[in-house]
């Protein structure tokens, strides 16, 4: 039995004020009265589930209700004399869980498992029954969410139950769907726990199931969940927050009247568009307490205005930064640029005459619906219809690039605990962050979905595979920068790769790559080329180096036998600055250029340094500027021309263009003074370019 099965202990309505959704309390009361009632003749709906079925058909019409009422009668036979810790029959539970879906307009199958998701677990069906009866994607669904038995793995049966449920969310997401909403309803109804349960249930719920909520993009039951969580595990703020809300609802709420000249504005433009204020929740209220230190009237709330078409968002966007003030710092276009979870709409403020900022959010009916539900609005991710529809060009939302990470690496976890801890771990980290690689072959650019603090490395394998072991640069949005930089969301990037083959990632790398795909690869490489390995850095190929890097790029020498030392990525230092060395740990020697802050600060806690300088090298190097006309990938072109003579980038400057013409200035280590005429005959012929000269 569920643990919110057993004994009651405290009253239900000890926390009156977490019942904001009355409506669906009292049809739960019905349903549960329904459900005494007994099973009704098989030929019509039974009056229980028909809230369920009204929904359900509210966002499908057309959906066959027979295999509803079907799982309905075998969950309601199963659970019949199971009481929930409220009193209430237990037939109520799934009931609730399949209501809280159905609105949120899950298809048809996700209601059928959503009905039967306790049954396997409580009572005597079994998955053989299930199958047989509701067929294998219903199966699938109901074993996803079955907990693992408690005699089997004891305090481990938690964990184990999460990392099952997630492997099976990785191929079907209704899976997550229905554990989401199964937590919301045994959230809403939590009072009735011991305080101590309810503090241990709302952190697994905060750092488990709202992160996995917001991931997902399931932002209706996201909102609820953190309120409900805010309730139990922080009750004098949320005490304090909602004395604020309820002392602004008595004065003048100033977002009404702008709503009206909102809609008057868009009357007027010939708009079509619906026009709401939509509060906010009180988790949002009190962030915004915290970060403004104290609430404006129009901060309780924000406009929601919902048109017709794509168009229509830019339409608005329009009229109302014409008509109002815009708040510039405030606009954010996700239509264009749509967050990872799916997320689509236009943000901004705009300031009224009166001197009041509302914010306002623009979107179309399907977004909002997306934005509302996130992937249980997707419908079947078997079928090719909506999902697909939603947006081409994106990822596939029903299988995310977080949840295919998890599930890598959850198969080297085998000891629950580690798989726990790092699992929190994961899911508090920052969002994704979702890139634009442009790739000089090919005409559109590439989105990237990965981690937050994925970098350079990060996406040179996401988009190249392990061809990007000869990454020798990058450019974030348009500017060089080195492999190691952290991109942020919505950053075009654009990898520029050395055609050697040769060529291979530096031992550094692994410690700015935050990808398993990424740090697999690397380690795999270096483990085959060891001699290789010791001797690159990404610093001696910062901002931009090549091939002829390996093997000689060790320019400095330290005063300590056999240490092998390394170029900091900091700093990147070239000779002839000035250096510093700090013995760091495995014995290797990391050398700043002496003005770099980390060198204070290691001083600063009692690290001594060791003497190192550049050695005497006789080969050849020089400073070329580049006169070329301003293009797209004339860098990415000019150093993979330098990069086939097999020359090395010590340093890269580009200049801003004027009258479209830019300067690039490159200094470079020859192997051999003699290379130096066809190496500039090289970069004249990279079209463009007009001249080429010593420095
Ligand atoms: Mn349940």
Known sequence: MSAEATNPEAHPEARPELRRRSRSRLDLRRLGRAALLGPPSRDRLPDAIGHVAEAHRAHHPDADLSILRRA???????????????????????????LILAELGAETTTLTASLLHDTVEDTEVTLEQVREEFGDEVCFIVDGVTKVEKIDYGAAAEPETFRKMLVATGNDVRVMSIK????????????????????????????????????????????????????????????????????????????PAIADSVRAVLRDAGITAEVAVRPRHFVSVHRISRKRGELRGSDFGRILVLVGENADCYGVLGELHTCFTPVVSEFKDFIAVPKFNLYQSLHTAVATPDGHVAEVIVRT??????????????????????????????????????????????????????????????????????????DGAAAAPRTLTLPGGASCI???????????????????????????????????????????????????????AATPAARIAIG???????????????AARAPLSVVGARGGSGNAVADLPNAHVRLAGCCTPVPPDAVAGFVVRGGAVTVHRVRCPAVAQMRAVGRTSVAVHWRATA?????????????????????????????????????????????????????????????????????????????
């Open 72 to 98: 309905y009668l075998l969950a309601e036979t199963s659970h019949r004399g199971q009481m929930r810790k409220s009193g209430e029959p237990y037939i109520t539970h799934p009931l609730a869980v399949t």
């Open 180 to 255: 989401l909403a199964d937590r919301l309803h045994n959230m809403r109804t939590l009072g009735v726990m011991r305080p101590d349960k309810q503090a241990r249930i709302a952190k697994v719920t905060r750092d488990v199931l709202i992160p996995l909520a917001e991931r997902l993009g399931v932002q209706a039951l996201k909102t609820e969940l953190e309120d409900l969580v805010f309730a139990i595990l922080h009750p004098e703020e949320y005490e304090q927050t909602r004395a604020l809300i309820a002392a602004h609802a008595g004065e003048n709420d100033p977002l």
């Open 365 to 438: 009916r399907q977004m909002h619906r997306v934005a509302e539900a996130g992937v249980v609005a997707l419908g079947n991710p078997y079928t090719t219809g909506e999902a697909a529809d939603c947006d081409e060009e994106r990822v596939d939302p029903t299988r995310p690039g977080w949840l295919s990470r998890l599930l890598d690496w959850q198969q080297s976890a085998p000891d629950p605990d580690t798989f726990w801890t790092v699992l929190r771990a994961e899911l508090a980290q920052d969002r994704e962050v979702t890139v634009f690689a442009v």
């Open 458 to 512: 990060d996406a040179a394998y996401a988009q190249y595979g392990e061809a990007a072991h000869g990454c020798i640069g990058a450019r974030v949005n348009g500017r060089l920068t080195s492999l190691s930089s952290r991109l942020s969301d919505g950053d075009t990037v654009q990898l520029l790769l050395s055609h050697d083959s040769s060529s291979g990632p530096a031992a550094d790398w692994l410690e700015h």
């Open 619 to 695: 080969d050849c190097r020089v400073t070329l500027l580049a006169e070329s006309f301003g293009r797209p990938h004339l860098l990415a072109d000019l150093t993979e021309a330098i990069a086939r003579e097999g020359v090395e980038v010590v340093s890269a400057t580009v200049e801003p263009p004027v009258e479209q013409r830019v300067r690039h200035t490159y200094t470079l280590q020859l192997p051999d003074a003699a290379g130096l005429p066809a190496l500039m005959r090289a970069m004249r012929d990279v079209p463009g370019v007009y001249d080429v000269s010593r420095a």
């Open 524 to 538: 795999s490489w270096l483990a085959t080329h060891p001699d290789d390995a010791a001797a690159t850095t990404t």
